[in-house]
């Protein structure tokens, strides 16, 4: 169990630009979730995985962002047109399976947009 | 809309003094509830999680919280803190509405006073 991990740990970009963020869960786990946290507030849910499957996806994922898994492993995170309030900490969390299974969460991807 | 309130949001503590973390949530079906901890410059992680059964839960490093049903609410308890308890507490809220969602809280900072 070498934990999650995720990549990049920091990424700075100019407003308009595209980022592409990767999470690697830990290897058994089925569910993959993704999370976006700003200073002074919580995770909050973005969307998550069962495998492949993208099951949910919150109404704070604009259009301009997009999730894939596309083998049921790793996972990305893409940002379309960044936009200055973007700029967050972006956290990836795998589990087991559902309801009461812990969720284990990497170091995260610092975003900021200039 | 299900909802996590976390009223305290900075506590600071002198060492030995005992710590009570309020959290309360809005929904009124089955629930899973955990607190995480996020030391500094570490990962969250799982301090303790109620899914059925005693509502007294305990966890990791001495800590323990109560779930009351009647009050939607799950205190964090910690008889006497140490300066190692420093740290960012988060309350989260899991649920089966269609498909299983957290939701966390704003977070407690912890501040213990050596």
């Known amino acids: 169990d070498t934990g999650v991990s995720q990549n990049p740990r920091h990424k700075i970009t100019k407003r308009g630009q595209n980022v592409t963020f990767r999470c690697d869960p830990i290897s058994e786990h089925n569910r993959l979730y993704w999370y976006r946290q700003t200073l002074g507030q919580g995770p909050e849910f973005l969307t998550y995985?069962?495998?492949?499957?993208?099951?949910?996806k919150s109404r704070l994922l604009s259009d301009r962002f997009s999730a894939e898994r596309p083998k049921g492993s790793f996972s990305t995170l893409e940002i379309q047109r960044t936009e200055q309030g973007d700029s967050a900490m972006y956290l990836c969390?795998?589990?087991?399976?559902?309801?009461?299974?812990?969720?284990?969460f990497g170091p995260g991807t610092r975003l900021t947009v200039l | 809309a299900q909802s996590v309130s976390q009223h305290n949001h900075h506590v600071i503590l002198s060492e030995a003094a005992s710590l009570e973390l309020g959290c309360n949530y809005s929904y009124g079906g089955t629930v899973n509830l955990f607190w995480y901890v996020q030391y500094p410059g570490q990962h969250l992680q799982l301090l303790l999680k109620y899914f059925s059964g005693d509502p007294l839960v305990k966890g990791i490093k001495g800590f323990e919280a109560e779930f009351i049903k009647s009050k939607f609410s799950f205190n964090l308890r910690k008889p006497s803190v140490q300066w190692s308890d420093t740290a960012e507490y988060f309350c989260a809220v899991n649920s089966f509405s269609g498909t299983y969602k957290y939701i966390f809280g704003t977070g407690t900072r912890l501040k213990v006073l050596a």
């Open positions: 995985f069962q495998n492949e499957a993208q099951l949910e």
């Open positions: 969390a795998s589990s087991f399976s559902a309801g009461a299974d812990t969720q284990y």
